[in-house]
C-alpha cells in the first residue's frame, strides 16, 4: 500500500526557509492531490496547502504568504517550504494524499506520513 | 469563516461503553465533515468521511451520522485501542479541523 515519508532539517533559526521532502512509496503521485498538515506539540491539526499531481496549489489563506509547494514527478515525491519561519511554526509536520483519485480536491486525508518534528529556534 | 466546535473537549469511559462526539460547524457544510482518531506520538487515522462512510478497515463499532451543521461519532462499544482523540474536520471549504476530543480511560 502507498506510504509517505516527511524529511528534512529538524531544527530551522528564525527568519529562515523550512523545507520539508514527502516521499511517496507503493504507487504514484499522478492523479492525487497531496496535503501538508501541521500539529504545534500539545495542540490540534491546521491544513497548510495541497499540491495535485499536475502542479496546481491552494493554501491555507492564514500562511499564504510564505508557502510554496511543489511536485516532483521523477522522484515520486512533493515538497514544502516555508519562509520566514518563527517559533510559531513549531510543529510536526504531515503529508498525507487525498483519499481518492478525483478530478477535484475532496480533503478526505488518508493515509497520512508518521510526521516530523521541525523546531524553530536560534 | 467557518469555525468548527467539538463536545466534549475530554471523556472518561470504560471498556464496551457506547461514546457520542458532537462536533459542529458554525455554518451548514452539507455532509463535508470527516472524523480522525489520533492516537499519541502517532498521525491521525481517518475512520469516517463524507459525514457517514466508514473508511476501508474501520471496524464497524465506529459510525458517523449529522448534516448541516451537527455532526455525530458514535463508538458502539469502546475497546482499548479507541483511547485516543479525535477530530472533526470539514471540507466544505478551506479544510478545518476542530479542536479535538480525548477519550480516556473512566
Known amino acids: 500500500q502507498v506510504q509517505l515519508q516527511e524529511s528534512g532539517p529538524g531544527l530551522v533559526k528564525p527568519s529562515e526557509t523550512l523545507s520539508l521532502t514527502c516521499a511517496v512509496s507503493?504507487?504514484?503521485?499522478?492523479?492525487?492531490?497531496w496535503s501538508w498538515i501541521r500539529q504545534p506539540p500539545g495542540k490540534g491539526l491546521e491544513w497548510i496547502g495541497y499540491?495535485?499531481?499536475?502542479?496546481?496549489?491552494n493554501y491555507n489563506p492564514s500562511l499564504k504568504s510564505r508557502v510554496t509547494m511543489s511536485v516532483d514527478m521523477s522522484k515520486n515525491q512533493f515538497s514544502l517550504k516555508l519562509r520566514s519561519a518563527t517559533a510559531a511554526d513549531t510543529a510536526v509536520y504531515y503529508c498525507?494524499?487525498?483519499?481518492?483519485?478525483?478530478?477535484?480536491?475532496?480533503?478526505?486525508?488518508?493515509?497520512w506520513g508518521q510526521g516530523t518534528l521541525v523546531t524553530v529556534s536560534s | 469563516d467557518i469555525q468548527m466546535t467539538q463536545s466534549p473537549s475530554s471523556l472518561s469511559a470504560s471498556i464496551r461503553d457506547k461514546v457520542t462526539i458532537t462536533c459542529r460547524a458554525s455554518?451548514?457544510?452539507?455532509?463535508?465533515l470527516n472524523w480522525y482518531q489520533q492516537r499519541p506520538g502517532k498521525a491521525p487515522k481517518l475512520l469516517i468521511y463524507?459525514?457517514?462512510s466508514l473508511q476501508s478497515g474501520v471496524p464497524s463499532r465506529f459510525s458517523g451520522s449529522g448534516s448541516g451543521t451537527d455532526f455525530t461519532l458514535t463508538i458502539s462499544s469502546l475497546q482499548p485501542e479507541d483511547f485516543a482523540t479525535y477530530y472533526c474536520q470539514q471540507s466544505y471549504s478551506i479544510p478545518l479541523f476542530g479542536p479535538g476530543t480525548k477519550v480516556d480511560v473512566k
Open positions: 507503493g504507487g504514484s503521485i499522478n492523479n492525487y492531490y
Open positions: 455554518q451548514s457544510i452539507n455532509t463535508y
Open positions: 463524507a459525514a457517514s
Open positions: 499540491i495535485s499531481y499536475s502542479g496546481s496549489t
Open positions: 498525507a494524499r487525498d483519499k481518492s483519485v478525483a478530478r477535484s480536491f475532496m480533503g478526505w486525508f488518508d493515509p
